[in-house]
DNA sequence: CTTGACCTTCCAGTTGCTGGAAAGACTAAA
DNA sequence: TTTAGTCTTTCCAGCAACTGGAAGGTCAAG
């Protein structure tokens, strides 16, 4: 497999496919006589593991210990989650922000008239 | 007052206080006779004006252009709530994104069993 | 044989800062 | 007056996680 149907079996870009490669998250593939990466179907799940592993939000460095805890049968499923769990509440925070600038936000939005006149709510918050 | 005091009165860093006269985000402060930056009232009125806006989240180019509605007595309060309720539906966004992930994510850890065993929801469904 | 799609490497840019080095300026105490 | 300590300056590099683009080699179809 060429990184190109690789990156589409893997559903990332083939940008994305070398750079994980390059900073080691992933191995170096294998090259044809011509330099060309080739990519068989570990490398792929691997790679798909790692795309929804980001989609959860875990860092590259969270993919990486998430990818060893992936391949290794000594494993214990409370590592796993423990990593997880410190997600979770990563997403629990974040939402928690999110909430409070949104209210505010919408609030301030709700209250401004949009018309042609220049006194604006959101303007006199911001000042 | 020299920068510190009004990275102090701002409630923004100096090192940030400078980056947003670098990238003319605010005009370039005056200096002493030694090149020390002088700021007045007006200088930190704008940086905390950028520093709420960011706290919402705008761009520093929606900053930019906050700042100018800020300091234009023709400006509408339909711009402003343009820009403002563009924001919001992204935080919305955000906001449902987060959610399912959230949810997602909780499900897993909830059935993962965090024992000394390998088996684990989270690995399978990353796998 | 040519065309066009693919592949390679390398370097730069993105966003919004932040850290650090080297050197000059200011202030207060000894 | 010296000295120490705390400003301040500029400049350059780095963070995360890619992404874009240039210059050039490779491959398959017609």
Request: glycine share 4%.
């Amino acid at each position: 497999m060429n990184i190109s149907a690789a990156s589409k079996a893997a559903g990332l870009p083939v940008k994305t496919v070398r750079y994980y490669a390059d900073i080691g998250l992933v191995s170096a593939p294998s090259r044809s006589d011509t330099g060309y990466r080739t990519y068989d179907d570990a490398s792929v799940r691997k790679l798909i593991f790692i795309r929804r592993s980001r989609a959860f939000g875990f860092t590259i460095e969270e993919c990486r210990e998430l990818l060893d805890l992936y391949q290794d049968q000594d494993r214990t499923s409370a590592e796993v989650k423990r990593i997880a769990s410190k997600r979770l509440e990563e997403l629990e925070e974040k939402q928690r922000e999110l909430k409070s600038l949104h209210d505010e936000l919408a609030h301030l939005v709700k209250t401004c008239r949009g018309d042609h006149r220049p006194d604006c709510p959101i303007i006199d918050y911001l000042g």
